[in-house]
């Protein structure tokens, strides 16, 4: 049974919000003993938000992934540099349908299966990308980190024919690649240091850029997305989600519409701060780009 077997390996203690309060994954096995006990009814998601949808525009299907990010369910990250680059509060998994409690169950037990079931979780997604390449040809395109940032690297190089494609904050990982049908968009970040370093490093390689401001644009958001970074003009990212059919270089924003008024105005006024504070305003002016 797989509820005893996640019983049995998985963190059990490890502190998790679901459905809106705090809780235990244990507790969560236990409430929801009957879904867990079972693998999930799918990994992959074909056209299952709103934003990769609009690649059909582009005559683009894509099957997405949506695990459990970063430490949700387990104390090894899914997401390697998320603690260094902050990103693991503003994680897209409390956003849109991501957030609602079904979704999360799902993310959890795909996560769940992929941590205590690998060998199973394999067989699994590679059965979902053949059928979906069967169904939809090459039309397909594969994102397999929607909420995650793991190395899929030897499951790609098996399929030269599919175009994959990820977001990372590892700009390492995205440096090594070598699979000609894996494109990457670094996804950059000011938070720290570390971070304004690393997307330094990506401009100087002239790597694919993505960069997220929560804002609708509405009146009452008071956060103005820049038009260069580094002196290179961004573009949008939000009309379509398929990266790989960008310019080499490109370097785009995306704009969290799904966050209440409320939360974009907090993040407004301390993304506002960033800027307007002299000290940082010198640590932005020491990594410009010559």
Known sequence: MLYEHYKKHAELNHSIYFDGKNTTLGQVLDDHKDYFNKPPSYLLGIDSSYKVAKGKKLKVVTAIQYLAPDKMVTSNTLCPNAERNGCSDACLKDSGRLGM???????????????????????????EIDKAYMTYGNDLAVRLNGTSDINYKDLVKDYPHIQFYDYTKNRNMMMKNKNKNHHYTFSGSMFSDYSIKELKQAVKDKLNIALAFNTANSKQDTLKIPHKLFGVELVSFDETDARFKDDQGSIGYLSRKGSSIKVRKQDDQEINNFFITSSNLDRIQALEIN
């Open 101 to 127: 409690m079904n979704s999360q169950r799902a993310m959890i037990n795909r996560t769940l299966f992929y941590l205590y079931m690998n060998d199973n979780y394999y067989r699994q997604l590679r059965y």
